[in-house]
């Protein structure tokens, strides 16, 4: 079986026991917006790093540079076919930090719940004279 | 209305128009995993900052500057109350970067679909011989 065109492997998301490692990289690799973008085009599906460069304003190496930030953090992978370099986005490390994201954001449910339970809680003990009238 | 314990406001989202600028501070502060075990401590509610940085093997100055990067983020808001600092979570821009992750996360059902639509195309524009009939 060939193995021309098939992406190399992209880092293990469990080389750190908890994935610390990875979600430093991860987050670290979205806090660009060109790599933010690099991303966006390769949802498209997998293309040449000719093609996904030539949008920018900004140097091969530049690119390069980038890709190799996306690629360390898993989010994608890249292989040559004959002369040419191709990339196509990954998707296990983006779940992985949507993941991480969506677990600390149940932190405003559960910050409402407690309250809610506070105020049940007050209404029972409390015997709290009833409000003034306004006339 | 004494405004003794109400937060600062959070950095606006919309400061850049896009949001750009917001989602490299988001994902930069999130890209640390002393600042990552900060919001989670913080999903259990309001604390102060001293207790905040207790289970830290850091000095206060130290968390301070880690505290500075996730309200600049807009991710914390920090309030005094008489001589004790106090922070808590701010939702949106949590919401904000699980958003672009969401969007993005749905490339891989978008590529799944694409390779549907085009085997299906293939199967109506083929005229393939049956399948040899094993006896």
Redesign the interface.
Known sequence: MKTDGRPRDAPDLDAAPDG?GA??????A????TR?AI??R????PCSVGELGAPFAMSAPAISKHLAVLERAGLIARWKTGRVHHCR?L?DP??H??A???Q?????E??LD?LEDYLDREEETCNQPPPKQQD
């Open positions: 610390t979600l430093d990289e991860i987050f670290g979205l806090s660009d917006p933010r991303i966006a390769l949802t498209d599906g986005l998707a983006l779940a930090a949507g991480w994201i969506e600390h954001q149940a932190f405003w559960n910050q407690a």
